[in-house]
């Protein structure tokens, strides 16, 4: 089945630095790019995602970019706020046994310093 | 608007006993699913339904059933509790089978003892 892997698990920055968390998977099929921000003690929430016959798209801060040859995306953000502290997950869609499935990353724990 | 809604918020559950994490979506969402999310895991897979009367398997299924009689709701049934299913549980929904934005629900803390 599809693996979604997720790197760094931490991630520390300064305000006003950039941030890029990577992810990779395995199905060569998958066409689904979503990402998702967590704060703490609230649920998951789609901030950006990207569909396979795009390389790069972006929403003020953030952008997302995709390499289908290497199977791996990065999500960027620039001039970090201390509102952007958060779990950031990366997922993939798989289609197997039928229907699809939305697989997750182990998830980033961003840390923006003042 | 009511969005996704799971309840309880909280449980503590003894091993052995059973129980049902109810979930409803009023947007009228055909696609549905269950996670659970443990420190270090991310978002796991456990069940999920493309609508009424059909449901899937997801990465993580054992010890849990699921059913869809109706597009409003999901419920994820415990039917043994084991310490290992001590997690935070999210139910989502979306309108298309995965292809758009999935809508969590505000998630149930589950501790089995």
């Known amino acids: 089945g599809e693996n979604v892997e997720q790197h760094p698990s931490t991630l520390s920055v300064q305000e006003g630095d950039s941030a890029v968390i990577k992810c990779t998977y395995s199905?060569?099929?998958?066409?689904?790019f979503p990402w998702y921000k967590q704060e703490l003690g609230k649920r998951p929430q789609l901030i950006i995602d990207i569909r396979s016959n795009v390389g790069e798209k972006k929403d003020q801060r953030i952008a997302v970019t995709l390499n289908k040859t290497a199977k791996h995306f990065s999500l960027h953000i620039t001039e970090t706020q201390p509102e952007d502290s958060a779990v950031y997950f990366c997922a993939a869609l798989t289609f197997s046994g039928g229907y699809n499935k939305l697989i997750f990353g182990a998830g980033t724990r961003l840390a923006v310093h003042p | 608007n009511a969005g996704v809604t799971q309840t309880p918020k909280f449980q503590v559950l003894k091993t052995g006993q059973s129980m049902t994490l109810q979930c409803a979506q009023d947007m009228n969402h055909e696609y549905m699913s269950w996670y659970r999310q443990d420190p270090g895991m991310g978002l796991r897979l456990i069940h999920y339904s493309v609508g009424a009367g059909i449901t899937d398997q997801g990465e993580v299924p054992n010890g849990y059933n699921v059913s869809r009689s109706t597009t409003e709701d999901f419920p994820l049934r415990l039917l043994s509790a084991a310490p290992s299913q001590t997690s935070v549980y999210f139910c989502a929904s979306s309108n298309h089978p995965g292809n758009t934005e999935a809508f969590f629900g505000q998630g149930t803390r589950l501790t089995v003892v």
């Open positions: 199905d060569s099929a998958s066409n689904y």
